[in-house]
């Protein structure tokens, strides 16, 4: 079992930045990618972003590209994603998952563990 909590949602002005965390316990080892989705009310959950452990191949939706960084810090079993030129369109609560291998990346299908989410409000 993986368990993922994720934190530093909260509200910030268009134009801003945000970094979110997301901690990472128990079998990481049967996750070895991680990746983030987000939700917002009344649509589909979108990928964002997913990197690997291991090497750090990283990938990026289209509609963030550009504007996010995931990276990660093994030490602490934590991954990163660094949001940068807020849009009010990103508003949403933004996941953080995990699954082995690296096939299916951007489908949130494919993902076995998740966290709770937290909140990214961005005001216009």
């Known amino acids: 079992q993986v368990r993922l909590v994720e934190s530093g949602g909260r509200l910030v002005p268009a134009g801003g930045s945000l970094r979110l965390s997301c901690a990472a316990s128990?079998?990481?080892?049967?996750?070895?990618?991680m990746g983030w989705f987000r939700q917002a009310p009344g649509k589909e959950r979108e990928f964002v972003a997913a990197?690997?452990?291991?090497?750090?191949?990283?990938y990026y939706g289209d509609s963030v590209r550009g504007r996010v960084t995931i990276s990660t810090d093994n030490a602490e079993n934590t991954v990163y994603l660094q949001m940068n030129s807020l849009e009010p369109e990103d508003t949403a609560v933004y996941y953080c998952?995990?699954?082995?291998?690296?096939?299916?990346?951007?489908?949130?299908?494919?993902?076995?563990?998740w966290g709770r989410g937290t909140q990214v409000t961005v005001s216009s």
């Open positions: 128990g079998r990481t080892v049967s996750a070895s990618t």
């Open positions: 998952a995990a699954k082995p291998g690296n096939t299916g990346i951007e489908t949130y299908t494919r993902y076995i563990y």
């Open positions: 990197i690997s452990w291991s090497g750090g191949n990283t």
